[in-house]
């Protein structure tokens, strides 16, 4: 990297809600004096607030937002400018639609599409003076990413989730081979990558997707004789939800503890949610709220006694990577049960920052809520736990950092102090 490193960070859409993760870092990196420029491929979203989020979608690149007519004009344009650049791009762009192995065919045409998206980009960031592109989400955000960083002759590196990995995989191999690093939210997708493409440690940094410690004060559970429990996510199938509205069913069925669940989200199972709770039988209280801004959620946390993901594989495959919601209630202090999948563990060690129950395993979750109802000092001592180890090893802070490190090691000219 030149002295001065400018990186352009790119998602799906950004900012967005959703995606707190990647904004977050973003404000993180300007802070230690990161140049950090932005592009979204789907239009930003405006309105989060009437600050810096709102600066951000105004001064986000928005690739798709070219339309048609722009983008084929942007790639022409790269096309009569830097001829020999846009023939190779366009060269490894049809080799990779072609030739590729686990790429599905009905996808092979759409990379076709981002490359073009990505000569658009590289001719309107250029003058930027970009000198390494980020991207997270290792599907279309990526595979733009990487293209358009062939067209400016600089690096890429980007950050795999969850979706992106599994049903939506797309060119993962190719990537991993030719990133300048991959930073790994886990160690098991540390494992999973390397399983694909074997690369040393340094090439694939643990950078998890941090919470600001400092913003989330930790609070006492409010350990009244209803035991309120929150739930926050997308309503899909990954996330479980359906298994807790089972679970709480059951539990007001045998007449057992005192319970309201509150679910936060939306998504394509708000209908057969909405179904399932309205079939519940009496002295089962739960709702669902619709999707939140995050400073409600925040205020939703410190009302409750537990925070509940009963995620599992879903039937495409999808899977969660490390929500980053379970690490904002762990920072507020909740004590959190959530379903045992492997990249979670390294969030939530059963027994000791939460409760893990087996993915799918209403039953088991039955049992678990109708304990921590039991044993209220238990649920202040995991909360506990559960804010130390976030405080420890999630911080956005301390991961931040990391990133920074990463930069600095891959700057010959950081050595001699130019970089921040």
Known sequence: MPESPVILYMSGTLPTRSETFVYREIFALRQLGIDIRTASVHAPVRGLDDGPLDEMARDTIGVYTRGVAGILTD????????????????????????C????????????????????????????????????????????????????????????????????????????????????????????????????PDSDYPIVRCGVDTARYEPTRAPGGEVLEVLAVGRLVEKKGFDILVEALGEIARSGGAKFRARIAGGGEEEARLQTMIEK???????????????????????EADLFVIPCRVAGSGDR?????????????????????????????????????????????????????????????????????????????????????????????????????
Not at 101 to 124: F, V
């Open 75 to 98: 790639a022409l344009s790269e096309l009569a400018i830097r001829p020999v650049a846009t023939v190779a791009t366009v060269s490894r762009v049809l080799r990779d639609a072609a």
């Open 100 to 199: 590729a192995r686990e790429l599905p065919a009905a996808r092979r045409p759409k990379i076709l599409w981002q490359g073009l998206a990505a000569l658009s980009l590289a001719h309107r960031a250029r003058r930027l003076g970009i000198t390494h592109i980020h991207a997270h989400m290792a599907h279309v955000p990526t595979t733009i990413g990487m293209y358009a960083s062939l067209q400016l002759g600089i690096r890429f590196s980007f950050t795999g989730h969850a979706n992106d990995l599994f049903p939506n995989r797309t060119l993962l191999r190719e990537k991993l081979q030719r990133a300048a690093w991959v930073h790994c939210i886990s160690e098991w997708h540390r494992g999973f990558y390397r399983s694909i493409v074997d690369r």
């Open 320 to 420: 969660d990577g490390i929500p980053v919601v379970l690490m904002e209630a762990m920072a507020r202090g909740r004590c959190v049960v959530c379903g045992d999948l492997e990249t979670i563990r390294e969030l939530v060690r059963d027994g000791e920052t939460g409760v893990m129950v087996p993915p799918g395993d209403r039953d088991a979750l039955v049992r678990t809520l109708t304990q921590l109802a039991e044993d209220r000092e238990r649920i202040e001592r995991l909360g506990a736990a559960g804010r130390a180890w976030v405080e420890e090893e999630f911080d956005l802070d301390a991961n931040a950092q990391r990133i920074l490190r990463v930069i600095q090691g891959s700057c010959t000219s950081c050595a001699d102090g130019a970089c921040p």
């Open 280 to 302: 519940l039988p009496p002295g089962a209280d739960v709702e669902l709220l619709g999707e939140a801004p995050n400073d409600r959620i925040m205020d939703l946390m410190g």
